[in-house]
């Protein structure tokens, strides 16, 4: 055994940059859909409309996962963006096996208290989206890899959904116990994926030229990164929360918004979700070809605010009965992920490249995650004090109509700082580099 995984390690490393990025590119896709086995599987049941403490049975499930989730986004800021390379595969498999103990501790303990194990399940979970992504950053294809990789947020939420409502039908497994057999599907894949970006080799010296070296940061490094782009990250933060809310409502409550539509089938969620990760992989990666990174960067921001476009005029066209439910929710949804996946794949990539600042991108990502799924959290709480009458539906439209708004209106301000903040950089850089003879002698006016 350890002579094939020698023999396998030299072959990785004299593969040439474009087959090494598509074997990384594949592996934290799998690796990342594997993962989704552990954390959403739950949401492809309904299950009994009881109440804990007056709260729906299903969302308070819901929410406890969401707290462990959000916890670990507010630790990963520091553990992430701190974490060195070594010890990274071990880390992830550890992460995984305290998830699906959570999973199997909620399918032994009795309702209504096994909810509490979905805080243990979800903690871990949240730190895996940096260790994986951290294989994959700072490299000349990170935006495809990081594109192929988050395309797993679409479509391994329906391919879960699809999977634990198999189990369920065609098997007769019980609800409680089919988010622990939907992990243990999926694990062998998580653990093979994890060998491979292990042993991949690391981004070469032309990748550090052109991406900027990648490098742990210190509290004194992400205090200096966040007063430097503190405008730009606010704005960037408040997006991309509006995103995360979206994104949970309805891939929490898919199956409530489909029997909304009156839409049903075991396939549904994976063909809808497939569509749209094929589209959005196909937009972002057209965004390799474009070397500029400041031109990139702007690009990125198009695609967010026609996003935000896209996922507002297809409600309102849905709401005039001018499209059905189907056309609708492929729509929203390739709205939502248009402007919501280029925050986990390649904004932040192309911004640390724009600027030429040493750091890595798990600090700023989770710094906005962490606020993101603050802000979900807070909207599920807000949801149970509506009355009755006001289905998960018809809320998921109402959030849909003022993100897409205030979206499009807070990606225009960001584009526009982040290019500003480009030019005034430039300059200053042109200022220090003047010799104090050329400055005196007036070789080089400064405007």
């Known amino acids: 055994m350890m002579k094939l995984k020698q023999r396998i390690k030299r072959r990785l490393s004299i593969l040439d940059e474009r087959t090494i990025a598509i074997i990384l590119a594949v592996a934290a896709f799998l690796c990342y859909t594997s993962m989704y086995s552990f954390r959403k599987s739950f949401t492809a049941s309904a299950f009994a409309s009881d109440s804990v403490f007056g709260i729906d049975y299903k969302v308070c499930m819901v929410v406890v996962q969401m707290l462990g989730y959000l916890f670990s986004k507010f630790y990963g800021i520091k553990f992430i963006s701190e974490r060195k390379q070594q010890n990274r595969g071990k880390h992830l498999i550890f992460l995984i096996c305290i998830s699906w103990a959570g999973l199997f501790a909620f399918a ?20 895996v989206w940096g260790l994986v ?59 093979f994926c994890v060998w491979i970006l292990e042993h991949a080799p690391g981004p070469t010296a032309v990748d550090k030229s052109l991406r ?62 497939g569509t749209i990760a094929l589209i959005v992989l196909l937009l972002i990666g057209c965004l390799i070809m474009v070397k500029d990174n400041l031109k990139a960067f702007r690009l990125i921001h198009y695609m967010i605010i026609m996003g935000f476009l896209i996922a507002g005029i297809s409600t309102y066209l849905f709401s005039m009965q001018w499209i059905g439910g189907l056309s609708w929710m492929l729509l929203v949804g390739l709205g939502l992920y248009m402007a919501y996946i280029p925050y986990n794949a390649i904004f932040f990539e192309r911004m640390i490249a724009t600027y030429r600042m040493k750091s890595n991108i798990g600090f700023v990502m989770y710094m906005a995650d962490s606020v993101g799924y603050l802000g979900s959290f807070l909207i599920l709480i807000n949801k149970e004090f509506l009355p009755n009458s006001v289905t998960w539906g018809g809320y998921f439209i109402d959030l849909v109509y003022l993100a897409s708004f205030i979206g499009a209106i807070l990606g225009i301000f960001s584009l526009l700082y982040f290019v500003r903040k480009k030019e005034q950089m430039s300059t200053e850089n042109d200022q220090e580099i003047l010799t104090p003879w050329q400055a005196t002698k007036g070789e080089v006016q400064i405007s």
């Open 108 to 127: 032994l303990c009795p309702k209504p208290w096994n909810v509490i194990f979905l805080f243990i399940n979800g903690f871990p979970l949240g730190m």
């Open 212 to 273: 900027t070296e990648r490098v742990a940061m210190d509290n004194k490094m992400r205090g200096h990164f966040f007063n430097t782009f503190m405008p730009g990250i606010i704005l960037t933060i408040i997006i991309y929360t509006m995103l995360t809310i979206l994104r949970d409502v309805r891939d929490n409550f898919e199956i409530e918004i489909w029997q909304m539509l009156h839409l049903k089938g075991v396939g549904i969620f994976a063909k809808v979700d």
């Open 133 to 191: 992504f951290s294989y994959l950053e700072g490299r000349r294809f990170t935006e495809i890899m990081g594109a192929v990789m988050s395309v797993s947020l679409i479509f391994a939420s329906g391919l879960i959904k699809t999977t634990g409502r198999w189990l369920i039908s065609s098997f007769g497994v019980n609800e409680f116990w089919m988010p622990f057999l939907t992990g243990a599907l999926f694990f062998l894949p998580f653990v």
